[in-house]
Structure formats: C-alpha cells, structure tokens
Nanobody, 121 residues
Framework: QVQLVESGGGLVQPGGSLRLSCAASGSIFNIYGMGWYRQAPGKQRELVAYITSGGSTNYGDSVRGRVTISRDNAKNTVILQMNSLKPEDTAVYYC???????????????WGQGTQVSVSS
C-alpha cells in the first residue's frame, strides 16, 4: 500500500505565504513525479506545480512566479512554497505522485486526501 500524507494548509491573509508538504510512504520502489493540484468549489481540478525525479518542473499559469516546488527524493517528500497568496488561491490542495510499487512493473497515480487553503482577510 502507498499513502500520501499532506500537511501545511490553513487560513492566511492576502499577500501571505504558506508551505505545503506531502510525504509518500509504503511499499515504494520508485517515484517518477510528485506535485500539487487544487480544486475550488464549482471548478475543475487544476495543476499547481509538478516536479519529476530529475528536477524538471511545471507550474500552472495562475500561480507561476508565486509558488516554488521542491522535492527530497531520499525522503519521498514534495514541498510547495506559496507566496503572495490571493483569495482566488482558496481551494483544496491535493498531492499527487506517480509511483511504482515493489514487485509491480506498473506506474500508478496516487492522490492525497487534500488540505484546505483559505486566503481571506
């Protein structure tokens, strides 16, 4: 079994910062990519940021320049540093990872349970 456990969400004022963390655990053989998506009420889930095992990154248009994604491959952890937050950043943020388990040749997508980020004065 594989689990993704997120932490770091909460309430912050506009212009503030938050740091989200996600740790993958379980019978992991390899992780290709890890990242964050978000979903606001009434909207589709969208990419926030993604990073591969080699360090290549991809950012969503709405957050580019305000967020930074980093990864600790040894700890199977991905960090999302969010700055200059806006009310429109309010959403549930989900951790995602492409993982290959021990004794399984297939790559599978895993999701965390989500953490609420609210930006409001």
């Amino acid at each position: 079994q594989v689990q993704l456990v997120e932490s770091g969400g909460g309430l912050v004022q506009p212009g503030g910062s938050l740091r989200l963390s996600c740790a993958a655990s379980g019978s992991i053989f390899n992780i290709y990519g890890m990242g964050w998506y978000r979903q606001a009420p009434g909207k589709q889930r969208e990419l926030v940021a993604y990073i591969t095992s080699g360090g290549s990154t991809n950012y969503g248009d709405s957050v580019r320049g305000r967020v930074t994604i980093s990864r600790d491959n040894a700890k199977n952890t991905v960090i999302l540093q969010m700055n200059s937050l806006k009310p429109e950043d309010t959403a549930v943020y989900y951790c995602n990872a492409a993982i290959r388990q021990q004794d399984d040749a297939r790559w599978r997508d895993y999701w965390g349970q989500g953490t609420q980020v609210s930006v409001s004065s």
